[in-house]
C-alpha cells in the first residue's frame, strides 16, 4: 500500500492538484454575498421546504447571530461573514447517472477519478458539487434492503418524518456558532438509514467540492443505524485554489443503535484559503461500536473534533486522527469521547505532521460520567515535526467523574531524526524521498485502516505535500 | 562486475564536534580484497566508517577518499551508496512504519539506477519480490521479515541479518562492516559471516571489517590487516597481527607507538568526560 509512494505521484505537479476550476456564470442560483432571515428564507423557498425546516432554519440564524465567534482554537479573526455566499445552486436536476451530469461539472468529477471509483467497488456515489448534490445511485439490492442513501434535501422531501425524527438531535442547534449557521443554510450532504440487521458489506461513497469563489459549503449529513445494522460511510473533499477565503461548515450526526456497527471516513484536502469548521458527533447506544477515521490535509484552518457519545452499556468509540499542516496551515484537531454508560470502552489515536511552519494542535476530550463503571479509555497522539520553523501542541481535557476506570493518555513529540534520515540516505534515497519515507511510516498504521483507494489517494497526498519541503 | 574499483584513502583528517579524531589515515582497498582494521574503542574506527559515508557531525578537515578517481568525500550519503559504498552499521536506526521490503525497493532503485530521479518509477515490484525472497532463504530468514518495520523491535541478530541482506541486494563495490560481530552469539556470527563472504564472493566486493575480535576474521578471512590507534594507523601486516592482538593486547604498540598512545590516551580521557557529562 505505502509500497511504491514515488510511482503513483509520478506526473503529479507540486502545485494544488485539484486548483482548476469550472466558470460559475451558468449556475442556475446564486445567493448574494452575506447572511440575512431573507437570505435563509430564501434558501427554504427554492427548496420548497415543509414549513418546520423553515422555522428550524430561522431559530437557528438567530442563534447564530446571537453567539460569539470563538476564540479558542484557531484565528478566526479575518474570517468576515459578509463575504460568503451561502448559497448557490449549479444545475436545477439532479442526474441519477453519469450521462445526465452537466459536461462542466463531469469533467471537474473525472479529474477527481469519481466514476472510475464508482466501476470499482462502490456501493453507491454521492457527489456533492457545491450546494446540491447532483448524481446518485446506489446498488439496486441495497436499496431492495431498504438502505438509503441519498443527499438530505431528497431525504427531506422523500423522508421527511425520518428527518425530522433525528435532524438536531444528536448536535443541536445551539450546540455551536458553527453548528447554528450550518442549521440556518444546510444544504445538500448525505442522508444514510441502514434498517436492523442489515450489513452494508461495501463502502458508501461521497465526494464534495467546493467550486464558486467565496462559497460557503453547508453540507448536513444525517446517518442512522438501526439496531445490528453495519455500515462504511467514506468522503473525501477537495477544493480548488482561489485568492479569497472560503468557509466549509458541516455537521454530521450519526445515531449508531443497538449493536450496530458504523465508521466513518474522511480524506479532506481543502485548497489553502478554506476555513474548515466542522461539527461531527455519533451516540453509541448499547453493545454499538462507532469509529471516526479523519484525515485532514489542507485548508487555512481546520478545527474539527469528530465526537463519540457512549450512552448504552458495553459500547465502544474509536477515533483516528491523520492531520497535515503545511506553511500557512493551522491543523486544530482530535477527538471527543464522553462515556456515559458502564463498561464502555474508546480509543483516540491521533497522528499529525508540521512542516514550513504548519502548525498542528491535538485537542482531546476524554470525559466519564458518574456512573459509568469500568470505563477504559486509551488516548495516545504522536507528533511528527519536519523542520524549526513548525510548531506542534497538545491540549488534553480530561473530566472523570468516576472511580471505577482504567485510562491512559500518551502523547509524544518527534523530529525526523537525523540518524534515521542518514541512515536511509546512506542507502541511495535522497533527503525528499527518505523524509517521505519516514513520515510515511509515521502515519502507516492510520492509513492501513483506510479503504484501498483512499489509502493511495492518502500516500498521493503525502508525498505531494513533502515534495520540495527539505533541504 | 566489469571492471575493478579501487577504494583510495588519502591523509584523511576528521574531527567530531571540533575535537580532531582520525589524525591522517591512508588506505586502499581494491574490489575482492578483504581489510581487517582492529583497534581500541576510542581509536577512531567507527569515526573512520562514518566520515567515509557522509554523518554529518563527522567533519572531514583534511585528505580524501575516492572510488575511480572521485573524491566520494565531496557526494552527498545517497550519492556515496549509488558510487558503491556501503556501511554495515554498528546500530542501526529504526523506521517505524516502513517496510524491510518498502525500504529496500527504494535503495535498491537508486543505487541500480543512479540516475533515476526522484518519484520515479521503482523497480518492478514481481522481480525485486522474487530477488529479496532468495536473498532471504540464504540468509536464513523467515520470508516474514520483508513484511516487518525496518529496525523496529528487532534483536541484535536480526539487525545485524538486515544489514547484511541490504549487503546482498544493494551489490557495493566496497563494504565497511563495522562491528557487526558485537553483540551476536558465535552461530549468529558464523551466519552473518557466511552471507557477508557468499555476496563478496560473488560481486567482488572489497570488504573493510572493524572490529575489537578475533572471533568474525576466522570467517571472514582478512589478507590485509590494520591497526588503528591514537586515530593513526600504526601497524599495517597479514592475518598474524590478529594473533599477536589476540595473544599480547595493546601494550606492544603502546611502546612502539608513543606519540600515538599519547593521543590515544587524550582521546580516551576526552570519551570519558563525555560519557561522564551524558550520565
Known amino acids: 500500500m505505502a509500497t511504491d509512494l514515488n510511482q503513483q505521484v509520478a506526473g503529479i505537479k507540486e502545485d494544488y492538484k485539484f486548483g482548476f476550476h469550472d466558470s460559475d456564470a451558468n449556475y442556475a442560483f446564486k445567493s448574494g454575498r452575506g447572511l440575512s432571515k431573507a437570505v435563509v428564507e430564501e434558501i427554504s423557498e427554492i427548496k420548497n421546504e415543509p414549513t418546520w425546516m423553515r422555522e428550524f432554519r430561522l431559530k437557528a440564524l438567530d442563534t447564530f447571530q446571537k453567539k460569539p465567534t470563538p476564540r479558542w482554537g484557531g484565528d478566526l479573526s479575518t474570517l468576515d461573514y459578509d463575504q460568503i455566499r451561502y448559497f448557490m445552486r449549479a444545475t436545477d436536476r439532479q442526474g441519477r447517472s453519469w450521462d445526465d451530469v452537466p459536461a462542466e461539472i463531469k469533467n471537474t468529477f473525472d479529474k477527481i477519478g469519481i466514476p472510475q471509483a464508482e466501476r470499482k467497488f462502490l456501493a453507491g456515489v454521492g457527489a456533492q458539487y457545491d450546494s446540491e448534490v447532483v448524481y446518485h445511485s446506489l446498488r439496486e439490492d441495497l436499496a431492495k434492503k431498504g438502505v438509503i442513501f441519498c443527499d438530505t434535501d431528497t431525504a427531506l422531501r422523500e423522508h421527511p418524518d425520518l428527518v425530522r425524527e433525528y435532524i438536531g438531535t444528536i448536535i443541536p442547534i445551539a450546540d455551536n456558532k458553527f453548528a447554528a449557521l450550518n442549521s440556518a443554510v444546510w444544504s445538500g450532504g448525505s442522508f444514510v438509514y441502514v434498517p436492523a440487521g442489515v450489513s452494508v458489506d461495501v463502502p458508501l461513497q461521497a465526494y464534495f467540492r467546493i467550486n464558486a469563489e467565496s462559497m460557503g459549503q453547508f453540507e448536513r449529513t444525517l446517518i442512522i443505524l438501526e439496531e445490528g445494522a453495519h455500515a462504511h460511510y467514506v468522503e473525501g473533499c477537495t477544493a480548488p485554489t482561489y485568492s479569497s477565503e472560503s468557509l466549509h461548515s458541516a455537521v454530521v450526526e450519526v445515531i449508531v443503535k443497538k449493536g450496530a456497527r458504523f465508521r466513518y471516513t474522511t480524506i479532506q484536502n481543502w485548497a489553502n484559503n478554506v476555513y474548515n469548521l466542522v461539527t461531527k458527533r455519533a451516540v453509541a447506544h448499547e453493545d454499538a461500536i462507532m469509529e471516526w477515521v479523519d484525515g485532514n490535509l489542507g485548508s487555512k484552518l481546520t478545527m474539527k473534533y469528530p465526537a463519540v457519545h457512549m450512552v448504552g452499556k458495553g459500547a465502544r468509540g474509536e477515533i483516528l486522527s491523520i492531520a497535515f499542516a503545511a506553511a500557512g496551515q493551522h491543523q486544530d484537531t482530535g477527538g471527543k469521547v464522553v462515556h456515559a454508560a458502564p463498561h464502555t470502552s474508546s480509543r483516540i489515536i491521533s497522528k499529525s505532521i508540521s512542516k514550513n511552519g504548519g502548525r498542528s494542535s491535538f485537542r482531546g476530550l476524554l470525559k466519564v460520567t458518574d456512573g459509568a463503571k469500568d470505563a477504559r479509555s486509551n488516548v495516545v497522539c504522536d507528533a511528527l515535526i519536519l523542520d524549526p520553523a513548525s510548531r506542534s501542541d497538545t491540549y488534553p481535557y480530561i473530566e472523570i467523574d468516576e472511580d471505577d476506570v482504567k485510562i491512559g493518555h500518551e502523547a509524544s513529540v518527534s523530529k525526523i531524526g537525523e540518524e534515521q534520515l542518514f541512515y536511509l540516505m546512506s542507502r541511495g534515497l535522497s533527503e525528499v524521498e527518505a523524509s517521505a519515507l519516514i513520515v510515511g511510516g509515521f502515519i502507516e498504521p492510520l492509513v492501513k485502516e483506510l479503504p484501498m483507494e483512499y489509502a493511495v489517494e492518502m500516500n498521493k497526498l503525502i508525498q505531494l505535500q513533502m515534495e520540495g519541503s527539505v533541504g | ?279
Do not use: C
Not at chain 2, 93 to 110: C, D, E, K, M, Q
Not at chain 2, 111 to 139: Q, S, T
Not at chain 2, 197 to 213: D, F, Q, W
Open chain 2, 1 to 279: 562486475m566489469s571492471m575493478s574499483k579501487v577504494l583510495r584513502i588519502e591523509n584523511l583528517r576528521v574531527a567530531v564536534a571540533g575535537k580532531e579524531i582520525l589524525r591522517g589515515v591512508d588506505l586502499t582497498v581494491k574490489q575482492g580484497e578483504v581489510h581487517a582494521l582492529m583497534g581500541p574503542n576510542g581509536s577512531g574506527k567507527s569515526t573512520l566508517s562514518y566520515a567515509l559515508m557522509g554523518h554529518p557531525n563527522y567533519e572531514v578537515t583534511g585528505g580524501k577518499a575516492t572510488i575511480d578517481g572521485v573524491d566520494v568525500l565531496e557526494l552527498e550519503p545517497n550519492e556515496r551508496a549509488k558510487a558503491g559504498l556501503f556501511l554495515a552499521f554498528q546500530y542501526p536506526t529504526s523506521i517505524p512504519g516502513v517496510t524491510v521490503a518498502n525500504f529496500l525497493r527504494h535503495a535498491v532503485s537508486n543505487v541500480r539506477n543512479p540516475d533515476r530521479k526522484e518519484g520515479e518509477e521503482l523497480i518492478p515490484m514481481r522481480d525485486f519480490r522474487k530477488e529479496i525472497r532468495a536473498e532471504m532463504d540464504e540468509l536464513g530468514m523467515d520470508q516474514q521479515f520483508a513484511r516487518r518495520y525496518l529496525n523496529e523491535g528487532f534483536s541484535g541478530g536480526e539487525k545485524k541479518r538486515a544489514e547484511i541482506l541490504q549487503l546482498a541486494v544493494l551489490r557495493p563495490a566496497f563494504a565497511i562492516l563495522d562491528e557487526t560481530d558485537s553483540g551476536l552469539d558465535i552461530d549468529a556470527v558464523r551466519i552473518v559471516s557466511e552471507g557477508v563472504n557468499r555476496v563478496a564472493a560473488k560481486h567482488s566486493t572489497g570488504i573493510l571489517v572493524i572490529t575489537h575480535y578475533e572471533r568474525i576474521l576466522t570467517y571472514i578471512k582478512p589478507q590485509f590487516v590494520h591497526i588503528l590507534y591514537g586515530g593513526q594507523f600504526v601497524e599495517h601486516g597479514g592475518p598474524e597481527l590478529v594473533q599477536r592482538l589476540e595473544a599480547e593486547g595493546y601494550d606492544w604498540v603502546r611502546a612502539k607507538h608513543p606519540e600515538a598512545a599519547r593521543h590515544e590516551d587524550e582521546l580516551e580521557a576526552a570519551d570519558t568526560r563525555a560519557q561522564g557529562a551524558s550520565a
